[in-house]
């Protein structure tokens, strides 16, 4: 059994950091989410701890009380926006080495697909025209977003260099370098 940190206190911290970054005093009601279908939630139950499934309810109550400019709010949340950067190989210690490649079977978790034509087949029977899509966006997470073509078919275990070139093109923002030295950059 895995015991969390008090959500609350959590959640009032959020709330302290939200109304310090927008530098007003905004309306700003808390909520604990609990997610997992499986939590227990032990003693008495807080009234602003909920279910997935009530959450709405609650947002649309609390709608009706307050007035803010939502428009102005929205576009000020989207322009704080910066995505979360994690150097996962270095977090986690991880070197190249530890890194199993290959492209994973949505239906059964293997990591053994082979693409004939333009569609990934598993030993399962599950075929898939886009599965490679997710394993190169592990491949950005894992290690950026620069590859070249040998990466790309160490990654994908594929041996086909026109094919996987062809994959790099349709998913990459651009190219540098010369054909065998090419460093694509993925979208
Ligand atoms: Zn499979």
């Avoid at 990654?155 to 093109?169: C, G, N, T």
Wanted: with cysteine; hydrophobic share 35%; net charge positive.
């Amino acid at each position: 059994m895995d015991v969390f940190d008090d959500p609350l206190l959590q959640v009032r911290r959020h709330r302290m950091q939200f109304l310090e970054w927008f530098g007003s005093s905004v309306p700003c009601d808390t909520f604990v989410v609990v997610s997992n279908r499986k939590a227990r939630i032990d003693g008495d139950v807080p009234t602003n701890v909920l279910r997935p499934n009530s959450l709405p309810f609650h947002v649309r109550k609390k709608e009706g009380d307050v007035c803010i400019d939502k428009i102005a709010l929205r576009k000020r949340l989207l322009e704080s926006h910066q995505p979360r950067e994690v150097d996962v190989m270095k977090r986690m210690k991880l070197q190249p080495r530890d890194i199993i490649p290959g492209v994973r079977c949505l239906e059964c978790g293997s990591l053994k697909m082979k693409r004939r034509r333009t569609v990934w087949h598993c030993s399962c029977g599950a075929f898939d025209k886009k599965a490679h899509l997710a394993t190169l966006r592990d491949y950005k997470l894992l290690f950026g977003e620069q590859i070249t073509n040998r990466q790309a078919r160490w990654f994908l275990q594929m041996d086909d260099y026109r094919a996987v070139h062809h994959i790099l093109k349709t998913n990459s923002l651009k190219s540098e370098g010369p054909n065998k030295k090419k460093i694509y950059f993925l979208r």
